[in-house]
């Protein structure tokens, strides 16, 4: 079988972002991201949003998307606006998840769609999702190998293989099993990260068995200090 590429080569990112309060900094290339985290706000426990991504940006994180599932938009927005200032000041490109129209509006970096989102919506390719002068990117679930050959082929820039494992996040989602991490390695030549039950425990069966990109929720923001576990995993990444 030939090798699956994405819509992304590994050099997008890595542009120049001015905010408005005049500092310039660099967000980080796809090709150099390997600790993706995130601010959900199932997991914050009362801790401000905007705390819990310094500290994501301390411990090394390479990538951070904001999930809040129960949240409305407007509520989305004001997280997003806390934690943008926070995640440009380090070069951490921020990740939207779900509400495309709010990332456009926003200016973060990507958009996480799942399937359901993107596929059973009508959409084909990203492309029909990217406005002229924008650069935003648009990362897609997958539960199985079909299912990466379609994104990637509708141009995704990156996709997430999982659940790998049984995960409190998504209790009622079926686990893929290292199966599918092992098939990614040998197929996928584009960006994809390891989704779902990876924590330190499980940390290394998941990189043996081919990644070397991850996602890590709960492992992380249930840890008694976020920095130094979000610091542990990235220090055992390839």
Request: charged share 20%; hydrophobic share 45%; glycine share 10%.
């Amino acid at each position: 079988m030939a090798a699956c590429r994405g819509g992304a080569d590994g050099r997008k990112l890595g542009r120049v972002f001015r905010a408005r309060t005049g500092y310039s900094v660099r967000v980080k290339s796809l090709a150099d991201c390997r600790l993706y985290t995130f601010v959900d706000t199932a997991y914050l426990h009362g801790r401000a949003p905007e705390l819990v991504a310094q500290q994501l940006c301390d411990g090394g994180s390479d990538l951070i998307q904001l999930r809040a599932k129960n949240s409305s938009s407007e509520e989305i927005r004001r997280l997003a606006e806390a934690i943008l200032p926070v995640t440009r000041r380090a070069g951490v490109p921020l990740v939207i998840n779900d509400h495309l129209a709010l990332a456009r509006t926003l200016g973060a970096e990507i958009c996480h769609l799942g399937q359901e989102d993107f596929f059973d919506a009508g959409h084909q390719h990203v492309s029909e999702l990217k406005v002229p002068g924008s650069d935003l990117m648009i990362g897609l679930s997958t539960h199985a190998p079909a299912q990466a050959q379609r994104a990637l082929a509708a141009g995704a820039d990156y996709i997430a293989i999982g659940p790998i494992f049984a995960t409190g996040t998504k209790p009622t989602a079926q686990p893929v099993t290292l199966e599918y991490v092992r098939w990614a390695a040998a197929h996928v030549t584009g960006p994809w990260f390891a989704i779902g039950g990876v924590n330190l425990g499980t940390l290394d069966a998941v990189l043996a068995a081919g990644a070397q990109r991850i996602c890590v929720v709960s492992a992380i923001l249930n840890a008694p200090d976020i920095a130094r576990a979000c610091a542990e995993f990235r220090r055992r990444l390839p």
